[in-house]
T-cell receptor
Framework: NAGVTQTPKFQVLKTGQSMTLQCAQD?????MSWYRQDPGMGLRLIHY???????DQGEVPNGYNVSRSTTEDFPLRLLSAAPSQTSVYFC?????????????FGPGTRLTVL | DAKTTQPPSMDCAEGRAANLPCNHS???????VYWYRQIHSQGPQYIIH???NNETNEMASLIITEDRKSSTLILPHATLRDTAVYYC?????????????FGSGTRLSIRP
């Protein structure tokens, strides 16, 4: 299994540009989520999904959209990039919503918005 | 989900046991204690979790106090590769979705 994969690894955008960060998992996990991590800070939850077709907001959802058309994929869209969205973005997945299973993280996407 | 409090940083000598404390005084009966670590900007890595009994796996041990208001993660023989930020998280078995909330964690430095 590849686990959780994210593309691209690095990205530089100009203010106002849009882009999509890709996330995929091959473990047939129901739950997927996106976090951002600013320098020296912990992770903050952006959006999450409890299954295909179902998404919800986390702590810091503004400026981001998500969709979950398949179990495997959970892309994160930046509609109009702003310098405040410069961060490292992590995608994660786990089997289901119970507390009995661990969360697997991808390697991250480092985004810079100029 | 209950909030956790951890010291911002700690250090430990290589080969010694590293004991990382976590306070979760508002924890409720159905909430589990999880530990993750993040090594130098990689994605966080799961370490261990528990409800009320002490737990041990190949990476670490988790000691939860009887009143469950605090816990300690123990790395029995710390190595330089254990240098990381360690996150203590509590969440309910009944929580909806992937709402695992990370705090600021403890930055553990292992000195040679």
């Amino acid at each position: 299994n590849a686990g959780v994969t994210q593309t691209p690894k690095f990205q530089v955008l100009k203010t106002g540009q849009s882009m999509t960060l890709q996330c995929a998992q091959d473990m047939n996990h129901e739950y997927m989520s996106w976090y951002r991590q600013d320098p020296g800070m912990g992770l903050r939850l952006i959006h999450y999904s409890v299954g295909a077709g179902i998404t919800d907001q986390g702590e810091v959802p503004n400026g981001y959209n998500v969709s979950r058309s398949t179990t495997e994929d959970f892309p994160l869209r930046l509609l109009s990039a702003a310098p405040s969205q410069t961060s490292v973005y992590f995608c994660a997945s786990r089997q289901d919503g119970t507390a009995y299973n661990e969360q697997f993280f991808g390697p991250g996407t480092r985004l810079t918005v100029l | 989900d209950a909030k956790t409090t951890q010291p911002p940083s700690m250090d430990c000598a290589e080969g010694r046991a590293a004991n990382l404390p976590c306070n979760h005084s508002t924890i409720s009966g159905n909430e589990y204690v999880y530990w993750y670590r993040q090594i130098h900007s990689q994605g966080p890595q799961y370490i261990i979790h528990g409800l009320k009994n002490n737990e041990t796996n190949e990476m670490a041990s988790l000691i939860i106090t009887e009143d469950r208001k605090s816990s300690t993660l123990i790395l029995p023989h710390a190595t330089l590769r254990d240098t990381a930020v360690y996150y203590c998280i509590v969440r309910s078995s009944y929580s909806s979705a992937s709402k695992i909330i990370f705090g600021s964690g403890t930055r553990l430095s292992i000195r040679p």
